[in-house]
Structure formats: structure tokens, C-alpha cells
């Protein structure tokens, strides 16, 4: 399973940002692909999940109603959608590939691409 994340950069606050994870056809559509983000210093976190063969999205609280996680068939693609970004979103974005039911622990995540950088200027 390989995933590739990407899309990150240095923003400003309140600007936008999409992030992508590039994937082959069976991950995209057969493995819960999730988004989590890791700030120096503090624990892998939860963003959001997307299981594309049930239509099936759930975000976490920190980004609930600022993300949308979306994806693309054509291009085995996931999709991070961040709104009015903030200076605490600065970190580094890792996207992440499971099978089986729902998890929000980065430890139940045995895929994982390399991470893209984000940093929120104020």
C-alpha cells in the first residue's frame, strides 16, 4: 500500500489549503484512508476519514466544520479540504490507509505516506 501525501505549505491565517493523497485504485477503493496531523511536540492527531466503496466520511472535533475530505476515482486521489486555517493547524499532514472498521488512533493505521508541511502564519 503506498499513499502519497501533498499540497502543504506556508499560508496565512484565515486562507485556505486542499491537500492530496495519491494512492493505487484497490487502497482507493477498498481501505479507509484518513488524514492526521502531528505538531512538534504533541501526539499524532485524528483529522478525518473517508471509506470510498460506502460513501462514508467522519471528522474529528478539531476540524469538524473547517474540513472536508473528499475524493476523486479517476485519480485514486484523497482529498483534504482545509477552511480559515490557524496557526495551531501548523504542523506536519499525514495521510493514512487501514482495513476493517473505524479508528481515530494513529496506531491502528499500518499505512502511511510520508507527510507534507503546513504552516499557518498570523
Known amino acids: 500500500v503506498q499513499l502519497q501525501a501533498s499540497g502543504g505549505g506556508v499560508v496565512q491565517a484565515g486562507d485556505s489549503l486542499r491537500l492530496s493523497c495519491a494512492t493505487s485504485?484497490?487502497?482507493?477503493?477498498?481501505?479507509?484512508i484518513a488524514w492526521f496531523r502531528q505538531a512538534p511536540g504533541k501526539e499524532r492527531e485524528f483529522l478525518a476519514h473517508?471509506?470510498?466503496?460506502?460513501?462514508?466520511?467522519f471528522y474529528g472535533d478539531s476540524v469538524k466544520g473547517r474540513a472536508t475530505i473528499s475524493g476523486n476515482a479517476a485519480e485514486n486521489t484523497v482529498y483534504l479540504q482545509m477552511n480559515n486555517l490557524k496557526t495551531e493547524d501548523t504542523a506536519t499532514y499525514y495521510c493514512?490507509?487501514?482495513?476493517?472498521?473505524?479508528?481515530?488512533?494513529?496506531?491502528?493505521?499500518?499505512?502511511w505516506g510520508q507527510g507534507t508541511q503546513v504552516t499557518v502564519s498570523s
Open positions: 473517508i471509506l470510498w466503496s460506502a460513501g462514508s466520511t
Open positions: 493514512a490507509a487501514k482495513l476493517g472498521a473505524l479508528r481515530t488512533h494513529y496506531k491502528e493505521y499500518p499505512y
Open positions: 485504485g484497490r487502497t482507493f477503493s477498498t481501505y479507509r
